[in-house]
């Protein structure tokens, strides 16, 4: 149903983009992705990952983890989480540049050892500058610099058109909320606070079994620190199902899931 599809073909903000407005191919993502959840919901629930088993039960140094709240009846929490090799704001960054070293190095990127060097730098330059701080002002700042990219791989003319590849600031057009927690930091994007993003996304989910979805995310380069840009993550859903997705049900600070008929105490 899920997986990433790296680089996916994109073009961002080159070093020089500044002043010359030039977009490069990106390099890999930076974090890799580790899980994606659909779960239905009795009402929309903010800060979801206190609840989410790919969270609660991960060993990973650090999330990230982005919820998309779908305009569905019943609400419906679209998760995807998204692990860096170590914890940003702990590990200096020579750590996290010989990490991500040794990471590119495993996998055919594509891109010269300098581009990946330059664009690793600039990533946790940027991340880490993006998720320090706490607070409306901290907030607001990073909305000025979360972007999407989305993409329909496959699917009739109408809905690509429709979702277009354009880049999104998503806290300058959607209701974006930020959360700790311990070895997380959660992303929550209220699809339904914008008719325009809701009426897309209706004609998406109408779609949506027979569409192939990109979605990636990463933090804008808005001066020469944060460039050459590089995505934090990737994820491609291929033919996703709404329908019979497991039920999250929420009682003070116990999550339960139930998958098909069974009950998972996951708290």
Known sequence: MWECPGAAGLRVRGASYLADRVKVPTCPPAFDLVASDLVALDEPLYHIARFLPSVKLSKSPFLLVFQLMLPCSPPLALCCCWEAP??????????????????????PSGGSPEQLEASARAFWVGLRDWLAGDGVEA?????????????????????????????????????????????????????????????????????????????????????????PERLLGSIRYNHLRLKGCPYLQVDGEKGTIVRDGALEDRA
């Not at 170590?86 to 010989?98: F, G, M, Q, Y």
């Not at 699917?155 to 999104?168: F, I, L, N, Q």
């Open 139 to 227: 907030d607001a700042s990073r909305s000025r610099r979360l972007k999407l990219i989305p993409h329909i791989v496959r699917g009739s003319w109408v809905v690509k058109r429709a979702v277009g590849t354009t880049p999104v600031l998503l806290g300058q057009k959607l209701l974006t909320k930020y959360y700790r927690g311990p070895n997380y930091f959660e992303v929550d994007v209220d699809v339904t606070s914008n008719p325009v993003a809701n009426s897309i996304t209706g004609l998406v989910i109408n779609a949506i079994t027979s569409l192939v979805v990109d979605l990636a995310f990463l933090i804008e380069g808005q001066d020469e620190r944060a460039l």
């Open 86 to 107: 170590l914890h940003p704001e702990r590990a200096s960054l020579d750590e996290l540049l010989a990490a991500t070293r040794a990471r590119d190095a495993q996998a």
